[in-house]
């Protein structure tokens, strides 16, 4: 198996998942991290503003991209497609990676 036609690309009219003959990782926008992060967080960080550490893009931590077809979830930056987080979930503990942000900005109002 090689290439590029192994993988099923979704239709392209289902517009939670984003992908392309160019692009065949699918992915879903950062609302998809939402439920395994309030597991975490007592927060909804959805809203949250994050800084890419690697482009310095600030964005709306639910317009990152997600991967969930690693061991765990993989968010990357929108802009530059940087790793933003990691979080990798066993039986008895969460592993989760925040190296790639600058920041999180959390507005307590909401």
């Not at 969930?68 to 066993?90: F, M, N, Q, W, Y």
Request: with cysteine.
């Amino acid at each position: 198996m090689n290439g590029t036609d192994d993988f099923a690309v979704p239709d392209s009219e289902d517009q939670d998942i984003a992908a392309g003959p160019h692009d065949p990782i699918p992915f879903v926008d950062g609302n998809a991290a939402a439920g395994a992060l309030s597991e975490l967080f007592r927060i909804d960080i959805i809203a949250a503003l994050g800084r890419c550490r690697h482009c310095g893009s600030v964005r709306a931590f639910g317009e990152a991209v997600v991967f969930t077809d690693a061991p765990g979830i993989v968010v990357r930056c929108r802009d530059c497609k940087g790793v933003l987080l990691r979080l990798v979930e066993t039986p008895t503990r969460y592993w989760l990676d925040l190296s790639g942000l600058s920041y999180l900005e959390i507005d307590r109002e909401e």
